[in-house]
């Protein structure tokens, strides 16, 4: 049981403990990532990829963003990406050797996979850590190990879940962390729209097809009701709810 401070809402709690616990854990517990360091994150607009996006920033390193639209690149910014990299137009390791001046990217946040990880791995400074976080591509890439050799470098996985199960007081503690930031406005889960459970499905291909900025939010139809009576969905949104902090 993880307590949620009175000053986080019930949707932005559901949405935030999966994506920014698994990424807490990679980046402190697996990664070790120091202030000053150059951390890339792939698929930097999804739930995962803009928590490693916002605490990277939270622990001084500089973020450099990689995603497949430029809207995506804007709301990365937004969430406080340094630089930035689309990487359905751009050449992903010489735009990440560019933007280190050649040097490479310190730690690497790997959740998409398929053809983007040798690319990432390309551009790992000496002694860097490439993180594998999961497989959104669908694609489990093959890895050239002398890679991992000529560049001194380690590749570490994250498995959040076998965390938690394996090492319950240390994720109690990564969760309460967490919270305590949210609450104090240093991380902003972003909360992509709220669905009922008779929708869900269509949040599920808002996922697939990749529409989704941050992280969706399904909930039991009397609350939904709830919530969209004491606020209207916006226009096109196809009856969608905005999160806006609801309170408890």
Sequence with gaps: MIEVPDAVGFEVAAATLLTYATTWHALIDRANLQAGETLLVLGAAGGVGIAAVEIGKLLGARVIAAASSDAKLAFCRAHGADETIQYVRE???????????????????????GPFTEAAL???????????????????????????????????????????????????????????????????????AILPFAR?????????????????CS??????????????????????????????
């Design 91 to 113: 050449d992903l390791k010489e735009s990440a050797k560019r933007l280190t001046g050649g040097d490479g990217v310190n730690v690497v946040y790997d959740p998409v996979g």
């Design 122 to 192: 390309r551009s790992i400074a000496w002694a860097g850590r490439y993180l594998v976080v999961g497989f959104a591509n669908g694609e489990i890439p093959k890895i050239p190990l002398n890679l991992v050799l000529l560049k001194g470098c380690q590749i570490v996985g994250v498995f959040w879940g076998a965390f938690v199960a394996r090492e319950p007081e240390r994720h109690r503690a990564n969760a309460d962390a967490i919270f305590a930031a949210v609450a104090a406005g240093r991380l902003r889960p972003h909360v992509d």
């Design 200 to 216: 869900a499905g269509e949040a599920l291909a808002r996922m697939e097809r990749r529409e989704v900025m941050g992280s969706s």
């Design 219 to 248: 909930c039991p139809d009397g609350i939904w009701a709830f919530i969209r009576a004491a606020r209207a969905p916006p226009v096109g949104s196809g009856g969608a709810l905005p999160a806006s902090g609801c309170r408890r």
